[in-house]
């Protein structure tokens, strides 16, 4: 009998029975039978330690994938999200056999690899043991039975039914159409469109998934702001466009003005069908913002909000270990800057009162050249009219940024409608309540304060250099040695899988780092090999790479940022 053929590997894997843990070890290598591969890449050391890396391996040839479901980049992300998806589900598969974090988010990932001439399952393996002692029978079942089953049962195209080759194709045209939305939104100015139908709240405070229909009412777009698409599919989707420029949405409370803007922030990812939220799409490098007090900030340039602070501290290179929630939510706002956002999201649930207005009595009160900060009403307009970068705001407590808005959403009871012209006639009416709208609002020439703020920042050489890699421990922390990186507020993350490949990101970054390449630069050379190369150029020279899923760019330098042993060149 063969030594590297799958009945070769069951009657292996039988032998060890009752033997320790460790001689699992000898089963390295790859197995192959009438077209699969089982390939064991990695065999955990004991039963407690991470499990062991697998992967199916199955030519084209054999997988079957329709070529015209997989011509594009767009079409292999979405087969292999579907295939993921797909072994998740599979009843049949082994409770110690794993594929990876599948959310209602479309990401491109490690987990499955489509590529013209294979398709590629990479799993984590539980191998089964007794105390310390290899169960030799189960674990032979598991990897030349079950797993050779699941792969035909999950990655063989031929042997779908009916209704799964017909869920596969609209799986691929929905992702295709929703890409093929978020580019035509820039072309007419917008920076986030809101479908008619979509569903957007959430079950709950802890899930992602949508309320039901029963109870959720579905967004309508109010006339004035609706937008048609017509998409490749042939499908048209007709919704809310909220244009370029400061869009504020008003509204009394618990109206569904958080709900629509965590909507718009999630809007850089596609959604499965039945999310509620597949017609919800941002352009790619929306930027949501918040206040974040505790933050560590290292040589920002905050003074376009924050000058003479107390302690005579320069903030045009700004460092603290422990910021307060003004400082960090001017941070947040230069770092996306600098980061290339095109539109800001900001919700007052989550801002810093002091970062977002002032008002006369105040102003009375503490002498403008008492008070380091020059709230973000001040600078909103400049922002947009100097450098394009638009806003979506969140204001049902102040009526501070109406003079200055270009378009204004009322919510009612889930509803929006467009108030623009009414809010201008009611801010005209009132005299400026001194909340310095009125600064910029009237009249003073756009100036562009953020130039000088955007990606001068250089790591220096070795900076992230750790004794051990960065380690990823969910989907909100980087550990790096005895450091943790916090990514709480990190609102777009939304897969462990990013923040694991956030992890070798910093790998990669630390390698490359340079002294000399500014951050954001760094950070983009890094994307464009990704996109040349794949995600596993994040994992080099492995065969299995992990559960790594695609971060931005944005929350790569977000990590970088929140890491508070970073040293600068
Ligand atoms: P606001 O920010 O205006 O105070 P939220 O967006 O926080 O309001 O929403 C308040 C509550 O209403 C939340 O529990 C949310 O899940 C729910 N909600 C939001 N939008 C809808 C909707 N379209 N249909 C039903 N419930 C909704
Ligand atoms: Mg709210």
């Not at 005895?482 to 390698?511: E, F, M, Y």
């Amino acid at each position: 009998m063969e030594r590297n053929t799958l009945s070769g590997l069951f009657s292996r894997t039988k032998s060890l029975d009752g033997a320790g843990y460790g001689a699992y070890k000898k089963l390295k290598g790859t197995y192959s039978e009438s077209g699969l591969r089982v390939s064991i890449d990695r065999v955990q050391a004991d039963p407690y330690a991470s499990p062991s890396k697998v992967r199916l391996i199955l030519p084209m040839q054999a997988a079957g994938i329709p070529q015209q479901l997989i011509d594009d980049p767009v079409g292999r992300v979405a087969v292999a999200d579907f295939l993921a998806r797909r072994i998740q589900a599979d009843r049949n598969r082994p409770k110690n056999v794993h594929i990876g974090d599948v959310g209602q988010q479309v990401l491109e990932r490690t987990h499955v690899l489509v590529t013209p001439d294979r398709v590629e399952a990479r799993l984590l393996v539980g191998l089964p043991a007794k105390g310390r002692r290899i169960l030799g029978r189960q674990a032979a079942h598991l990897l030349a039975d079950d797993l050779p089953a699941l792969a035909d049962d999950c990655l063989c195209h031929d042997r779908f039914a009916a209704a799964d080759v017909e869920a596969l194709a609209d799986h691929v045209a929905l992702l295709r159409d929703q890409e093929d939305l978020r580019t035509q939104l820039k072309p007419r100015k917008l920076v986030a469109f809101v479908g008619n139908g979509a569903i957007l709240p959430r079950a709950a405070g802890d899930s992602d998934r949508p309320l039901t229909t029963a109870q959720a009412t579905a967004f309508q777009s109010p006339e004035s702001l609706t937008q048609t698409f017509v998409l490749p599919s042939g499908r048209t989707v007709t919704g809310m466009g909220i244009p370029e420029g400061l869009t504020v949405i008003v509204g009394g409370g618990y109206h569904g003005k958080s709900t629509l803007l965590r909507a718009l922030e999630r809007g850089i990812y596609p959604h499965i069908a039945g999310d509620g939220r597949e017609w919800v799409i941002s352009r790619a490098d929306v930027a949501s913002v918040r206040a974040e007090d505790g933050r560590p900030i290292i040589g920002d340039d905050i003074s376009p909000f924050i000058t003479n602070l107390p302690t005579g501290a320069d903030t045009r290179h700004f460092t603290t270990t422990n910021a307060s929630g003004s400082t960090s939510q001017a941070a947040n706002v230069v770092e996306a800057h600098a980061a290339g956002a095109c539109a800001l999201l900001i919700d007052e649930d989550t801002s810093a009162t002091n970062f977002m207005i002032r008002d006369r009595l105040m102003q009375r009160l503490v002498p403008n050249d008492k008070e380091p900060i020059t709230p973000f009403v001040q600078r909103v307009r400049s922002l947009y009219d100097a450098t394009s970068v638009s806003t979506v705001l969140i204001a049902g407590g102040s009526g501070a940024y109406l003079r200055l808005a270009d378009t204004v959403i009322a919510m009612d009871a889930y509803r929006p409608s467009e108030v623009t012209a009414r809010a201008h006639e009611i801010a005209g009416e009132v005299e400026d309540t001194g909340n310095t709208g009125g600064t910029e609002g009237g009249g003073e020439p756009a100036q562009n304060r953020f130039d000088h703020v955007t990606a001068t920042r250089v790591l220096a050489r070795g900076t992230l250099n750790s004794r051990k890699p960065p380690k990823p421990r969910g989907l909100s922390t980087i550990s790096v040695d005895r450091s943790d990186i916090d990514l709480s507020a990190v609102g777009q993350l939304v897969a462990p899988s990013q923040t694991a490949a956030i992890a070798a990101a910093l790998v990669w970054l630390t390698k490359n780092a340079d002294g000399q390449t500014p951050l954001v630069d760094l950070v983009a050379r890094l994307e464009h090999q990704i996109i040349e190369k794949g995600l596993a150029v994040l994992a080099p020279g492995r065969d299995h790479p992990g559960h790594l899923s695609r971060p931005r760019g944005a929350e790569i330098l977000a990590a970088v940022n929140r890491y508070r042993d970073l040293k600068l060149a």
